[in-house]
C-alpha cells in the first residue's frame, strides 16, 4: 500500500506544470500588462506563435472563443509572434483572424526570457506576475482541460 501510494505522489508531482509559481520578470510582466492591458485581478493567457506553426492555426480559433467567453472575468490573451518579418505574421493573421492583441517579438526576446522550447507554447500569469500554467504544444484533445485550467485561475 505504501508503495502504491508513493507511486501516485510521485506521478502527480511529474505531472505538476513546469512553471509553477515562478515569478516573471518585473520588466517583462510590466511589458505583457500594458500590451495585454491588464487589471487588478486579470488573467494573461501569453501565447507564443509563428506563421509557420500548424498547430498555431488550430489554437487561434479556440483562442478566439475563450477569450470571448471569459474576457468579461477578467481574462485576456496576447498572442506574441516571434516572426522574423512582420508580413509573414499578417498573412497568417488574414486567413486565422485573432479577436485578441497580438505582440510582435522579431527577435524573440520574451520567447528567450519564458525559455519557450516549442511552439505553440502557453504560459498563463495572474495579476502579480506569478506563472501559474504552461503548456507546450496545443492538442485539440485537451482543450477541455485548458479550459478547466481557465476557470479554475478565474476563480481563484
Given at each position: 500500500?505504501?508503495?502504491?501510494?508513493f507511486?501516485?505522489?510521485w506521478?502527480?508531482l511529474l505531472?505538476?506544470?513546469?512553471?509553477?509559481?515562478?515569478?516573471v520578470?518585473a520588466?517583462?510582466?510590466?511589458?505583457?500588462?500594458?500590451a495585454?492591458?491588464?487589471q487588478?485581478?486579470?488573467?494573461?493567457?501569453?501565447?507564443?506563435?509563428?506563421?509557420?506553426?500548424?498547430?498555431?492555426?488550430?489554437?487561434?480559433?479556440?483562442?478566439?472563443?475563450m477569450?470571448?467567453?471569459?474576457?468579461?472575468?477578467?481574462f485576456?490573451?496576447?498572442?506574441?509572434?516571434?516572426?522574423?518579418?512582420l508580413?509573414?505574421a499578417?498573412?497568417f493573421?488574414?486567413s486565422?483572424?485573432a479577436?485578441?492583441?497580438?505582440?510582435?517579438?522579431?527577435?524573440?526576446r520574451?520567447a528567450?526570457?519564458?525559455k519557450?522550447?516549442g511552439?505553440?507554447s502557453?504560459v498563463?500569469?495572474?495579476?502579480?506576475?506569478r506563472?501559474?500554467?504552461?503548456h507546450?504544444?496545443?492538442?485539440k484533445?485537451k482543450k477541455?482541460?485548458?479550459?478547466?485550467?481557465?476557470?479554475?485561475l478565474?476563480?481563484?
Amino acid at each position: 500500500m505504501r508503495i502504491k501510494l508513493f507511486i501516485i505522489a510521485w506521478l502527480l508531482l511529474l505531472s505538476a506544470p513546469s512553471h509553477a509559481a515562478t515569478t516573471v520578470p518585473a520588466a517583462i510582466f510590466s511589458e505583457i500588462q500594458s500590451a495585454a492591458e491588464m487589471q487588478p485581478g486579470d488573467i494573461v493567457y501569453l501565447d507564443f506563435w509563428a506563421s509557420w506553426c500548424s498547430p498555431c492555426r488550430k489554437s487561434f480559433p479556440w483562442m478566439n472563443a475563450m477569450h470571448q467567453k471569459y474576457q468579461p472575468r477578467g481574462f485576456k490573451v496576447l498572442a506574441v509572434n516571434v516572426d522574423k518579418e512582420l508580413a509573414m505574421a499578417e498573412r497568417f493573421l488574414a486567413s486565422v483572424p485573432a479577436t485578441f492583441s497580438i505582440f510582435y517579438d522579431p527577435k524573440g526576446r520574451l520567447a528567450k526570457a519564458f525559455k519557450i522550447k516549442g511552439m505553440p507554447s502557453s504560459v498563463m500569469i495572474d495579476d502579480q506576475g506569478r506563472i501559474q500554467i504552461a503548456h507546450t504544444g496545443f492538442f485539440k484533445d485537451k482543450k477541455p482541460l485548458y479550459e478547466q485550467e481557465i476557470q479554475s485561475l478565474l476563480t481563484r
